[in-house]
């Protein structure tokens, strides 16, 4: 049960197997600059849901089924039960205002996906409108099966979403997919153990340092019972993007556009944290670094946990199965230099090149984005949107649930460190994956983990990189 990059039982693993990008795009302008260009017809049609004629016009008739009405396949990549309700009331109430242009909703599954939509991809089979995330679609772009959206999608859409997140779809020079919903993570904390410590609670305006939320840690352990549990079954992701608040980058992109790794002291942060917090303070478990987020839960809920790491949509499980009389907060991660920063990979919606009908996708996809159109889906996911109209909705601002906490972090979002490294994903399964493992379990000290990040992943980069 996971989104994207939150490894979670039953839902898409983190690591993926993905094929060597065959490709590059053929070169373009700027990416934000470009992406506001296209016909003014086409830009105001859009902003107002793009009418019949006008997208029809942008087709030939030969790409149009015999009795007239255009036929776009969704594939949708919702599970929670709020999510997918939401995402098949938004294409019947599109269906039923635009008859010429029917939505066929697909359901999919995280699990798998990449290659999923490779053999699709490479079958001439691929959805027209495809949900997928950010950090699954370099592959895709570079390989030319994703249709760049400049000039596809209304102005209103294009300057709602922040720069920092279209940066996060953006291959070369074109853009590729519309970031539109976001996961930071964050602690889920009892709250009464935590009350009963007399620790400093920390708010998103006065957060805990990685050194104070490592001595807090130890105040709440004690026999039996540990002040954090790290559920690292997929570790890549969660030491990387956290590692954005110390100043860590690892990934460095030189003037020649090739990328080396330097695993430096900000790098070393987060994981010398969690190795500590397991090997030398006894405040996290060791049997919980083999987990995924939801394993973790019925120790926390049975007060063997007093914290534990998770991405801001397990709140709608924990809501779900905490027992009675469990009161459980949201609390922002430790910050460091770089702040509450931390990366992330949102969840996108891309257009086929293939996609003979590209314009009326585009006039759907902005549909499902208007702002209280993204709310429906940020809710329904327990997730914060990308849209500045749409997170500043009063729904997700309540104290309920702890919206607000997660509102306060949407700024502080950046780009997850590899979002557009090429051969990061053989990187993470061979090298990162089990180096970071042996790591935290003690098989390796902290020299041969940066020894393997960096000598051996920097020859496995060279490989994409020639």
Request: charged share 20%; proline share 7%; glycine share 10%.
């Amino acid at each position: 049960m996971r989104r994207r990059t939150y490894p979670r039982a039953g839902m898409r693993p983190e690591v993926c197997t993905r094929s060597q990008a065959r490709t590059r795009p053929r070169p373009r302008a700027t990416a934000r600059a470009r992406l506001l260009r296209g016909t003014g017809a086409v830009r105001a049609a859009a902003a107002a849901a793009l009418s019949l004629t006008l997208l029809l016009a942008g087709c030939s008739s030969s790409q149009a089924p015999d009795d007239g009405r255009i036929t776009l396949t969704f594939q949708s990549l919702a599970w929670q039960k709020e999510s997918v309700e939401a995402n098949k009331e938004l294409v019947a109430e599109w269906n039923a205002a635009h008859p010429g242009i029917r939505v066929r909703y697909v359901q999919g599954g995280w699990d798998g996906v990449h290659d999923q939509l490779l053999t699709s991809f490479e079958g001439g089979e691929a959805p027209d409108v495809i949900h997928d995330a950010s950090d699954d679609l370099a592959d895709f772009a570079y390989g030319g099966y994703l249709a760049d959206l400049r000039g596809l999608l209304p102005k209103a859409l294009v300057d709602d979403i922040p720069a920092r997140s279209w940066s996060m779809a953006t291959f070369g020079d074109g853009v590729y997919g519309v970031p539109f919903l976001q996961e930071p993570r964050v602690l889920i904390a009892d709250a009464d153990r935590l009350r009963a410590s007399g620790v400093r609670i920390p708010t998103p305006r006065h957060p805990w340092s990685w050194r104070e939320f490592r001595t807090v840690t130890k105040r709440l352990s004690g026999p039996g019972r540990y002040g954090v549990a790290w559920p690292l079954k997929e570790p890549v992701s969660a030491t990387l993007n956290l590692g954005l608040s110390t100043g860590g980058r690892l990934f460095h992109r030189g003037p020649d556009g090739k990328v080396t790794i330097r695993f430096e002291a900000a790098d070393a942060v987060v994981p010398r944290t969690v190795h500590d917090q397991v090997l030398r303070d006894g405040s996290a478990s060791a049997a919980t670094l083999g987990m995924g987020g939801s394993d973790t839960l019925p120790g926390f809920f049975g007060g063997r946990y007093a914290m534990v790491p998770l991405g801001f949509s397990y709140r709608q499980q924990i809501a779900q199965q905490a027992p009675k009389g469990f009161h459980w907060q949201v609390l922002p991660a430790p910050a460091g230099p770089g702040g509450l920063a931390q990366g992330v990979s949102p969840q996108t919606l891309s257009i086929a090149e293939d996609c003979p009908h590209k314009k009326a996708a585009a006039a759907f996809v902005a549909f499902l984005l208007r702002p209280a159109n993204m709310v429906r889906l940020a809710l329904g996911d327990w997730l914060l949107p990308t849209g500045s109209r749409a997170l500043a909705d009063p729904a997700l601002h309540t104290e309920e649930y702890d919206w607000a906490t997660g509102a306060a972090l949407a700024g502080q979002l950046r780009p997850a460190p590899a979002q557009s490294v090429r051969g990061y994903a053989e990187w993470k399964d061979k090298i990162a994956t089990p180096a970071l493992q042996e790591y935290y379990s003690g098989a390796i000290d902290l020299a041969e983990l940066r020894h393997r990040l960096e000598h051996d992943g920097n020859l496995l980069l060279a490989r994409y990189q020639r």
